[in-house]
Nanobody
Framework: QVQLVESGGGLVQAGGSLRLSCAASRSIFSFNAMGWYRQAPGKQRELVAAFGSVIITNYADSVKGRFTISRDGAKNTVYLPMNSLKPEDTAAYYC?????????????WGQGTQVTVSS
């Protein structure tokens, strides 16, 4: 059973910073992909940033230069430091992980952490 626990969200003023954390119950290097998604009320879930299986990092255009995904293998944790936050960054942030095994793909999601940016 894979567990992912997100934390670090909160209320911040525009221009401020937060660092999200995602703690996994197993080695983060065992996953084929990990990253951060977000979903604002009434909107579709969107990719924020992600690691691929060959350490390719993808970012949404809207967060490039402001957010930087990173990971600490020793702590089995993926981070998302977020700077220069904007009201449009307000959303629930999730840390999914994908595991390919036995010819099947499994996606795991945490409970999410809420980020609210006030203007």
């Amino acid at each position: 059973q894979v567990q992912l626990v997100e934390s670090g969200g909160g209320l911040v003023q525009a221009g401020g910073s937060l660092r999200l954390s995602c703690a996994a119950s197993r080695s983060i290097f065992s996953f084929n992909a990990m990253g951060w998604y977000r979903q604002a009320p009434g909107k579709q879930r969107e990719l924020v940033a992600a690691f691929g299986s060959v350490i390719i990092t993808n970012y949404a255009d809207s967060v490039k230069g402001r957010f930087t995904i990173s990971r600490d293998g020793a702590k089995n944790t993926v981070y998302l430091p977020m700077n220069s936050l904007k009201p449009e960054d307000t959303a629930a942030y999730y840390c999914p992980a994908t595991l390919l095994t036995g010819g099947a793909s499994y996606d795991y999601w945490g409970q999410g952490t809420q980020v609210t940016v006030s203007s």
